[in-house]
């Protein structure tokens, strides 16, 4: 998840840290898409406002019982704060500061009232500590179960000197108009051990699917000139109709989930996204494609 803000970070000439208890277990249960959306809109919201400075994320274990933990996420910076009197006003949809601020800075726009919204529905909320000049610092408390089964799938995986086994180098195709999000997603994939081809729009796809139908899976962008996604998933359907094809989007799942499966799609994925859901997806996709039942389930390294 951090890695796909790595432009936004160097366009502000920001540094941000991550700092995750030791005492926090690999898996937990968790509605984990709601929660990124939580993270990446406060992160996204503090390196907007943030100029020359440090974000931090930190993750704490507040208690725990060995089966269920209360945990605090922490989005922190050193930017230019916010009055004590705007505290509740920023939360609403497309909020600004002063007039004064906004010399600098443009609106909050959704993102804070989305954070908010989403929090509310784990039963939780939003803390705010911040003044003029002083940063700002975001934080909710979310009780947790520990997934007992992962947990002990990921021990018995471990071998001395490896942390977890890594799957097989699957080949995938990824079509994506814009640059940054190119070299995001090839970054993103290189570090989980997958092989990747980047190609720039839905009819380079359809004719790189042509050409070489080796590929293991698709991340199909839905917004490209020359072909759009959701035009090259039809074409592609045509002639292969068992490769996973995942639908890359930054619009609300909601609006594209109830005809994905009608036009072709596997699978879809929000961007930005968080790297672990990001790789478990593209391997259960995968795996599922290939309808074996001796195909063994792999964990992937997270780096």
């Known amino acids: 998840m951090i890695d796909s803000f790595e432009y936004r970070i160097q366009e502000n000439k920001n540094e ?69 009197k705007m505290h509740k006003k920023i939360f609403e949809n497309f909020s600004q500061l002063s007039e004064k601020n906004n010399i600098d800075y443009q609106g909050t726009g959704l993102g804070l009232s989305i954070a908010k919204n989403l929090v509310n529905l784990f039963g939780s909320k939003i803390e705010l500590k911040s003044a003029v000049g002083k940063g700002a610092e975001f934080s909710f408390k979310l009780n947790l179960e520990v997934d007992q089964a992962k947990q002990e799938s990921l021990l018995n995986s471990q071998e001395k000197g490896k942390t977890v086994q890594i799957h097989d180098k699957y080949k995938i195709l990824v079509a994506e108009d814009n640059k940054i999000n190119q070299i995001v997603t090839q970054n993103v994939l290189e570090k989980g051990n997958f092989e990747c081809v980047i190609v720039e729009n839905g009819l380079e796809a359809l004719n790189m699917i042509k050409e070489d139908p080796s590929y293991d899976l698709i991340l199909m962008d839905l917004n490209m000139p020359v072909m759009n996604g959701v035009d090259a998933t039809k074409e592609i359907r045509k002639i292969d109709e068992s490769i996973p094809i995942i639908a890359l989007t930054a619009a609300d799942i909601e609006e594209v989930k109830t005809d994905f499966s009608i036009i072709g799609f596997t699978d879809i994925i929000t961007k930005p996204f968080d790297n672990f859901e990001f790789y478990q997806k ?16 792999k964990l992937v390294k997270v780096s």
Not at 50 to 62: H, S
Not at 282 to 297: D, G, R, V
Request: hydrophobic share 40%; charged share 25%; net charge positive.
């Open 16 to 84: 941000i840290h991550l700092d995750i208890d030791e005492k926090l277990p690999q898996f937990v249960k968790c509605d984990n898409v709601r929660l990124s959306q939580v993270l990446i809109n406060l992160i996204g919201n503090s390196i907007k406002f943030t100029k020359n400075g440090k974000i931090w994320l930190r993750i704490e274990v507040i208690e725990s019982n060995g089966s269920n933990m209360e945990v605090r996420f922490v989005v922190k910076d050193n930017g230019p704060g916010i009055p004590k």
């Open 282 to 297: 593209i391997i259960a996709c995968i795996q599922a494609s290939k309808k074996s039942e001796n195909y063994p389930l």
